[in-house]
């Protein structure tokens, strides 16, 4: 049973920077295309950045494009979100998900496994 686990979220001001991690266990991560998603609140839950099987990444939300960069390392078997100049609006639930597939996605319907997410806070 393949596993999830975000970790990585907190706190933090305006301008900061995080990484969040996803660790994969139940199954080889080299099987399977990653997504990363957020739901900020009140709103729907999107898919920003996504690294499939292969190691190619593609971004999704413009207003993260720049800021935010996807990476798997599969001898750790975690895929990483580096998130920099963190802003209010970046505030919400960011979850991980996992396809059997090569090709990326932003639409969860296509994610079949998730981890529980990790919530990213920009405060001042």
């Known amino acids: 049973q393949l596993q999830l686990v975000e970790s990585g979220g907190g706190l933090v001001q305006p301008g900061g920077s995080l990484t969040l991690s996803c660790a994969v266990s139940?199954?080889?991560?080299?099987?399977?295309?990653i997504g990363w998603f957020r739901q900020a609140p009140g709103k729907a839950r999107e898919g920003i950045r996504c690294?499939?099987?292969?190691?190619?990444?593609?971004s999704y939300v413009d207003a993260v494009t720049g800021r935010f960069s996807i990476s798997r390392d599969n001898a750790k078997s975690t895929v990483y979100l580096r998130i920099n100049n963190l802003n209010q609006e970046d505030t919400g639930v960011y979850h991980c998900?996992?396809?059997?597939?090569?090709?990326?996605?932003?639409?969860?319907?296509?994610?079949?496994?998730w981890g529980q997410g990790t919530q990213v806070t920009v405060s001042a």
């Open positions: 998900a996992a396809r059997r597939s090569p090709g990326c996605s932003n639409a969860a319907k296509d994610f079949d496994s």
């Open positions: 690294v499939n099987s292969g190691g190619f990444s593609t």
């Open positions: 139940g199954s080889t991560l080299t099987l399977y295309t």
